[in-house]
């Protein structure tokens, strides 16, 4: 190829003077803002820019590498991305970030606040979805060729506000902002078609679609620790533009053409929350279909223009699902490779298995995916024939094992005849995937034993199992500045960002009192960081004495932050009736958001908040107990909280939280985990030791072991007067002395079906070992190293090295795939 003259336009990396020029020419130049009248908001973006032309350098040379040595590349497909905060992200990985605060300093610029001015987006409900974002940075740091597909949301998950006691959600405007993190992608659009006719003529179907939007990309660049690979992410937005209907334009009706664009656009407008109603059910269904369309289009798109046959795609691409939400895939690809490119069902089918991969987040059956056939009839005819072929084949199978009844039959059939017919996602995403995987050890197994135990006997070897982790760059380089410092001096610079189970070393230093003191002093620096939060966004004052008791996550009935507050409460009681004991001060602190719709979840903040009254201004408590909620729940909240956490909540009923991932963040940042025997609990508790975590509550086979005989809470209730009093008082309106009866419907209702009753005497019990231990502060400190130190094994490069290795038989790129230093900047033609 020839070369064309090397460009003078390398950036500036480390010289801290370069970059503060950097960042005014961005002001001037691309934001058009006078120094003079700039605001923090105004030098965010630009300083945005310029940290971006550092991160671009990356990604195009990464793009260059995958071209060039046809390297095997994975998709990974998700309606969430919860991606928190790009910048010190960015500069932390790319190893700018001294340099950007040196040149802040120059500018006389205070960082955290203008650090403050940038919007989370917040593209994502939870768990599934900051996993996501983890697994993101983790494929870029490992330099797995990977891209990552979702959709950007106009409107992330809403904005969290606490009146009266109350959750008031309001509209998250996260784009108002410039956003000088993404690269629009004019030239990357697709159609995306939705209903009309499917006509079968000599048996070849034809689709004839009522209606097309355009799907239009958007790259977001996820930089890999160490600089030396960026991968994309690929947002769609939909767009009526291109295809604005014709026929009204033609007819002079402009007004007529551009309503029907302001529908179609709605596609992603909003972002679902996880337990939404039916209303609004057509709109999600559309969205899934949407994401999946462009993303395969693209995909293909992206195969042929690398290879010269589409043949090749299952040896070149794998493309993962996670959880059912993107799995229309599995049939928009066999229609593409049939219908589009002509190849036939059995060659279609083939490639099929081998491209697609599946991960299962959550056991709980109201939560998996089923779509009514007169649904996705009305709006995906030709997936829907698909899928009954797909169906059909695989029943064919099945039988002809001559091994199964017909009951048996009907239970791993794809459509379920029995609920109004409808297709059961999940069951079309295994039948679809060479592999299926679970997020902790008891979560994979329970898959295999409950929802999937028929497909386990049919497919035996296609389950598996990948423990999920975390990204130690976020959740220790950028959340916690002081204990990033604690480490580099006693285990070296880069040895435990890259590689995590290296940080095992700290475990020849917990004895050494010194060593334990010095990390009291970091847990201090990070309680007062959110003591002074608290202070200055609720005005309650905290002391950093206390013991910081933490939950933050979704609030669900299942993760039974109930639970928390009736502790909370027996505890309250314990010291009007004991003030002379010796307590142990406590700040519990909550955060977490309810679906809208989710009542029982808004009754839960609304107790927690009329507790935190009660208590908190009850003068005979003297501040030993304070509750703190702490609004608008987001990742760069949880990178105050997280950090300044001595215990960390972990107290779902065992058998319900696939594997959590706060569990790892908490232990990581050397809080204590009060917690059962549930997700990766269990493995933390196998990696920690079994003194050095609080296991309470029953187990998995007691949880249903009571279920079996019919669980009754008035069982519990009668033992213990303790617990009594406690929901006698929630119930009579102890705590909503204005409304006594605000908690009655909720608990009438309640036949306790996450088993808190039963639970409670043991937390509570649990709760008052933790006290005591707390007391010796050297011991305390010595296991909270302990934690640290055994955390290498939730690293999420860890997690991703097995998908790579196990899943999706991908190949980093290797030292030698990288471009030459020196061969950054020159432009082949
Ligand atoms: C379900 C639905 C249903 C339709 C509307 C939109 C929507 C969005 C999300 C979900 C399911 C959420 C599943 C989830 O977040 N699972 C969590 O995944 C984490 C990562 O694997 C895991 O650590 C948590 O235990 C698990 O609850």
């Keep these: 190829m020839a070369r064309l003259p090397e460009y003078e336009y390398r950036m500036p990396t480390t010289d801290a003077d370069r970059i503060r020029q950097s960042i005014v020419f961005k002001l001037i130049f691309i934001l058009g803002v006078d120094p003079k009248d ?18 671009t350098e990356s990604f195009l040379r990464t793009r260059r590498s995958h071209i060039d040595h046809k390297k095997r590349m994975v998709y990974y497909l998700s309606m969430e991305f919860l991606l928190g905060r790009a910048f010190t992200n960015s500069l932390i990985n790319e190893g700018i970030y001294d340099a950007f605060k040196e040149a802040f300093q120059q500018l006389e610029l205070d960082f955290d606040t203008v650090i403050g001015e940038e919007e989370d987006p917040g593209l994502g409900n939870g768990g599934l979805g900051r996993l996501a974002a983890c697994f993101l940075d983790s494929l870029a740091t490992l330099r797995i060729p990977a891209m990552g597909y979702g959709i950007r949301y106009q409107y992330g998950m809403f904005k969290q506000e606490i009146i009266d006691g109350q959750q008031v959600e309001k509209p998250d405007l996260w784009l108002d902002k410039d956003m000088a993190w993404q690269f629009p992608r004019p030239n ?6 939705f209903g009309g006719q499917l006509h079968i003529e000599d048996n070849v179907r034809c689709w004839e679609p009522a209606e097309k939007i355009t799907a239009l990309g958007f790259d977001e660049i996820i930089p890999g620790y160490g600089g030396e690979v960026a991968n994309p992410l690929r947002l769609w937005t939909a767009h009526a533009g291109y295809l604005f209907d014709l026929a009204d334009f033609n007819k002079g009706d402009y007004f007529a053409a551009m309503r029907n664009q302001t529908s179609d656009e709605n596609i992603s407008r909003v972002l679902y929350p996880n337990d939404s109603t039916e209303s609004g059910r057509e709109l999600r269904l559309k969205q899934e279909y949407f994401l999946v369309s462009a993303s395969i289009q693209d995909i293909i798109a992206r195969h042929k223009c690398r290879f010269d046959s589409i043949d090749t795609l299952a040896d ?26 002509g190849w036939t069902w059995e060659k279609a089918w083939d490639t099929c298995c081998k491209v697609f991969s599946y991960t299962n987040h959550t056991l709980m059956s109201e939560a998996l995916e089923t779509w009514s056939l007169d649904l996705m009839g009305r709006m995906l ?16 199978e099945v039988r002809a094992l001559g091994l199964f009844d017909e009951d048996f039959i009907r239970r791993v059939s794809i459509i379920d005849e029995s609920n109004g017919r409808r297709v059961r996602m999940a069951w079309l995403a295994v039948v679809g995937s060479h592999k299926v995987n679970g997020v902790a050890k008891i979560h994979s197994d329970l898959m295999t034993t409950s929802i999937f135990a028929d497909f386990a006997k049919l497919f035996p070897s296609r389950f598996t199992n990948v423990t999920n982790g975390v990204t130690p760059r976020r959740w220790i380089a950028v959340a916690n500045r002081p204990l990033t410092a604690f480490l580099d001096k006693h285990l070296g610079t880069n040895q435990w960002r890259l590689h995590l189970e290296k940080i095992a070393a700290l475990n020849d230093l917990v004895d050494d009192k010194a060593v334990q003191e010095e990390f009291a002093e970091v847990k201090r620096a990070n309680k007062q960081r959110l003591a002074d939060y608290i202070e200055k966004e609720l005005g309650i004052k905290i002391s950093t004495e206390a013991l910081f008791d933490v939950q933050i996550k979704r609030i669900h009935e299942y993760k039974r932050q109930a639970m928390n507050v009736m502790h909370i409460i027996d505890r309250y009681n314990q010291i009007l009736e004991n003030p ?22 808004k009754k839960i903040i609304r107790l927690i908040n009329d507790v935190a009254e009660v208590v908190n201004h009850d003068e005979r408590i003297r501040d030993l107990i304070k509750v703190v909620f702490i609004p608008n729940y987001s990742v760069s909240l949880a990178q105050i909280i997280i950090p300044a956490a001595d215990l960390s909540e972990q107290i779902s009923l065992a058998g319900t939280e696939a594997s959590g991932t706060g569990n790892m963040k908490f232990a990581l940042n050397g809080a204590l985990t009060v ?9 933390i508790r196998e990696k920690v030791g079994d003194e050095h975590i609080f296991i309470f509550g029953n187990t998995v086979e007691q949880v249903e072991a009571l279920r079996q005989k019919g669980y009754d809470p008035l069982d519990y209730l009668e033992k213990d007067p303790d617990l009594r009093r406690v929901v006698k008082q929630i119930v009579t309106g102890f705590f909503s002395p204005q409304e006594p009866n605000r908690y009655a419907d909720v608990s009438q209702a309640y036949g306790d079906y996450y088993q808190v009753m039963a639970d409670f005497r043991s937390y509570v019990d649990t709760q008052y070992r933790i006290d005591d231990y707390y007391r010796d502060k050297g011991n305390w400190y010595r296991s909270a190293l302990i934690n640290i130190a055994n955390m290498g094994h939730f690293s999420s490069d860890r997690s991703i090295a097995e998908y790579a290795e196990n899943i999706w038989n991908i190949k980093p790129l290797t030292e030698a795939e990288l471009p030459p230093e020196d061969d950054r900047f020159s432009i082949s033609v």
């Design 675 to 683: 917690g059962t025997l549930d997700g990766a609990n269990v493995e």
């Design 188 to 193: 990357k659009h697709y159609p995306v078609a």
């Design 580 to 601: 002379d004991k010796d307590w142990q001060p406590r700040v519990f602190i909550f955060a977490g958001k309810a679906a809208s719709s989710y009542y029982v979840a």
């Design 38 to 55: 700039a605001k923090p908001e105004h030098w965010l973006n630009a300083a945005m820019f310029t940290a971006r032309d550092l991160v």
């Design 381 to 396: 005819p030709r997936h829907l024939d698909i899928i009954f072929e797909i169906n059909k084949i695989f029943l064919d």
């Design 316 to 341: 070149e691409v794998a493309i993962h699902l996670n959880d059912t939400h993107p799995v229309l895939a599995i049939p928009e690809l066999m229609r593409l490779l049939i219908d589009v490119e």
